[in-house]
């Protein structure tokens, strides 16, 4: 009986710390975008013909965000049924878009208000011996390209 009385406890603050860490995180990444708006980021291999001839850099921007108790017990429940595990849905979406804005970060202390070919690469990184994800790691990268001053 003290065993469940202690998962549910732990079930309880693992959703409650974990959906306020969430809130905060998402709501700091909101205020960042806007912030970086102006530093374009695009897919695209090749810059614009108009941009061709600038100075270029590789920029990156790197995140490790770990899985909450209760995210991990919602996305066990879930593999049992099966279907979306939409507990790591918010946390790769919140990986992505921080890992992005570090890149952006580092073109604009550059000097770049464009990143063309950017990528992204994901891993996840296992605990225990079920290999159980721990946390998410995501790399965004591209090429800047940076305003020349005129001489």
Known sequence: ?????????????GYVFGRFAE????????????????VLAF???????SMAHREV????????????YFKMIAAG??????GRVRAFESLTERARREALLRMKQEARDLGAQMVVNVKLETASISKGNKGQVGAVEVYAYGTAL?????T
Request: avoid cysteine; proline fraction near 5%; charge should be negative.
């Open 23 to 38: 809130s905060r995180h998402f709501k700091s990444i909101q205020q960042r975008e806007q912030e970086f708006a102006g």
């Open 146 to 150: 940076i305003e020349q001053a005129l």
């Open 1 to 13: 009986m003290i065993d469940l009385i202690v998962f549910l406890v732990l079930l309880a603050l």
């Open 43 to 49: 897919s695209e291999r090749l810059p614009p013909p």
């Open 57 to 68: 850099a590789l920029v990156g921007g790197n995140v490790v965000i770990s899985v909450d």
């Open 77 to 82: 429940l879930r593999s049992l049924f099966g």
